[in-house]
């Protein structure tokens, strides 16, 4: 069986609080009081899943990406 890679998103809750989201779920997969506590799931959930966690300011945009896959190493550019 394939496992699938979904990137993290750390994003804030329409009912306050953060969420974590799996790219292209419609359903959080966990649920925080603070930011941190959030970011910590997401890094939990992205270290098993070999995948990125991508932390969004309360207002959507994208501030931060951690990545915990298989990156290439030296990176291209």
């Known amino acids: 069986m394939i496992s699938v890679k979904k990137n993290q ?3 804030p809750h ?3 609080g953060w969420q974590v ?3 292209g779920n419609d ?3 966990a649920r925080a009081n603070t930011q ?4 910590a799931r997401a890094t939990e959930i992205a270290r098993n899943q070999r995948s990125e966690v991508v932390i ?3 207002n959507g945009q994208i501030r931060d990406k951690n990545s915990y ?3 290439r190493y030296p ?3």
């Open 14 to 16: 329409r009912d306050g």
């Open 56 to 58: 969004h300011r309360e």
């Open 9 to 11: 998103h750390v994003t």
């Open 69 to 71: 896959g298989n990156d």
């Open 21 to 23: 989201k799996g790219a």
């Open 27 to 29: 359903r959080a997969t």
């Open 75 to 77: 990176p291209r550019g």
């Open 36 to 39: 941190a506590e959030a970011i």
